[in-house]
């Protein structure tokens, strides 16, 4: 064998040892699972986690009468519970397990096929699950700032139940779920403006107007009992949030990046809009005013936080900052219902506020990252909002009143008027928030 040809062998066999000692990696590229993407993606997770319990809890709790705070906190730590089984084992299958455009089915029931291996985009499909759990928790437990201080326990447990089954999870197929109707035709939400918050919101207001309004209500003053509690809850989903938007993305990118940005712009400016309103009309901005207004500005910029700019992200915020103060003042007092914590007035109708102002400001000409319905500009786009808007409403309004009255023939929904005037906190669950 001459030298060149020694020389050349020499070469093969070093670039194939190379092959083989690469081959973990390629293989590790080939299944594109990525670290940054998991580790953020696992952050996330634990932060939209946080936005219930304990975040909504204390914003809840804080804003009901001293004997039932204790009340507000069970449910939503109940429905964590609950919501994380049901989930794991059909609710996960329902929304993400098929291609059908009305729901995903049932081949991913009990988990089937969720292993340490398995994978969705580039984070393990474990993660991915418990990050859509943690969406299918919140969503049930903002449903309790309408009906609180007023429902019975063992109902809100059957009603919460039914309703991730028949309402939570078929929507989130149509608007994220692979071959999902509404997704299809080019819906824009990002983090959850409809699936989430409109669909809360409507189901909270037709649950208040079933149930009726507290004993008492309007004429006898409910205030606050700790608004301490609420400011905290309100900063804490204020921070949660960030893995609620950002998060969304499903991987550590700029998207992720801009998302975190303008939830940041516009619930500032939601904050803002929401004190000052208050401060004109009223005479004084109060804490509960602008921690709401917070709320809202998170609420609204959901759906438009992977598409918006920052410069639309204050005009998103200053929308729903202005709009869910009125909606939830004037609107809740002309229409007399008893929307006991603003379920409807912040979620519903921020969620409406910001589902259709996505369509606008996902334009590029205004600062957006582009449309889902390009050929027809911003007009189309809106249209296709209306229409996932309308679909939500309609179909939540309807199922949401059917489960209602269900659960009313098998357990009843309200307490007594004795346990409603001693207090869930004592009748319900023998215990008391506070012992003075």
């Not at 759990?133 to 447990?157: D, H, Q, S, W, Y």
């Not at 929507?171 to 824009?188: E, R, T």
């Not at 909270?204 to 608004?227: C, D, E, F, I, Q």
């Not at 998302?259 to 401060?279: D, G, P, R």
Request: with cysteine; proline share 3%.
């Amino acid at each position: 064998m001459n030298p060149i040809q020694t020389k050349s062998r020499r070469i093969g066999l070093g670039l194939g040892l190379a092959a083989v000692s690469l081959m973990p990696s390629m293989a590790w590229a080939e299944d594109k699972l990525s670290a940054g993407d998991t580790a953020w993606m696992l952050t996330a997770t634990a932060l939209v986690l946080f936005m219930t319990i304990p975040g909504l809890s204390l914003f809840y709790s804080g804003m009901v009468r001293a004997k039932n705070a204790l009340s507000v906190l069970m449910q939503c730590f109940a429905i964590t519970a609950l919501m994380s089984i049901l989930w794991a084992l059909y609710g996960y299958s329902v929304a993400f397990g098929g291609e059908g455009a009305w729901w995903g089915g049932l081949s991913k029931a009990f988990l089937a096929g969720v292993t340490v291996d398995s994978l969705s985009g580039t984070i393990p499909e474990t993660v991915f699950m418990t990050f859509q759990m943690t969406f299918a928790i919140i969503t049930p437990a903002l449903i309790v700032g309408a009906f609180a201080e007023r429902m019975k326990f063992a109902a809100m447990l059957l009603f919460m139940a039914l309703w991730l089954t028949f309402v939570y999870a078929p929507i989130a197929h149509w608007v994220w779920g692979d071959g999902g109707w509404l997704g299809g035709k080019g819906i824009l939400d990002f983090a959850g403006g409809t699936v989430v918050h409109i669909n809360a919101g409507i189901a909270g207001l037709v649950a208040a107007l079933v149930l009726g309004r507290r004993k008492g209500y309007p004429g006898t003053p409910m205030m606050p009992h700790n608004l301490t509690y609420t400011i905290m809850g309100a900063g804490m989903l204020w921070v949660g949030w960030f893995g609620f938007n950002a998060g969304s993305e499903l991987a550590a990118d700029g998207t992720a990046g801009m998302a975190m940005a303008v939830t940041q712009i516009a619930t500032a400016a939601a904050a803002l809009a929401w004190m000052f309103s208050e401060w004109m009309i009223h005479g004084k901005p109060s804490v509960l005013g602008i921690a709401s207004g917070a709320v809202a500005g998170l609420v609204a910029i959901t759906p438009a936080s992977g598409t918006a700019g920052p410069m639309g992200a204050i005009i998103i915020g200053l929308a729903a900052g202005v709009g869910c103060f009125l909606g939830a003042t004037k609107l809740k007092r002309a229409m007399g219902y008893d929307d006991s914590l603003d379920a409807f007035g912040v979620h519903g109708v921020g969620g409406i506020i910001g589902a259709l102002l996505t369509g606008v400001f996902a334009d590029p000409s205004l600062g957006g990252a582009g449309l889902g319905v390009e050929s027809g500009g911003i007009g189309a786009q809106v249209m296709v909002q209306l229409e996932g808007i309308a679909a939500t409403i309609v179909y939540t309004a309807v199922v949401t009143f059917i489960l209602l009255k269900i659960v009313d023939v098998i357990v009843g929904l309200r307490v007594t008027e004795e346990v409603e005037t001693e207090g869930l906190d004592i009748r319900e669950h023998e215990e008391r928030a506070y012992i003075l």
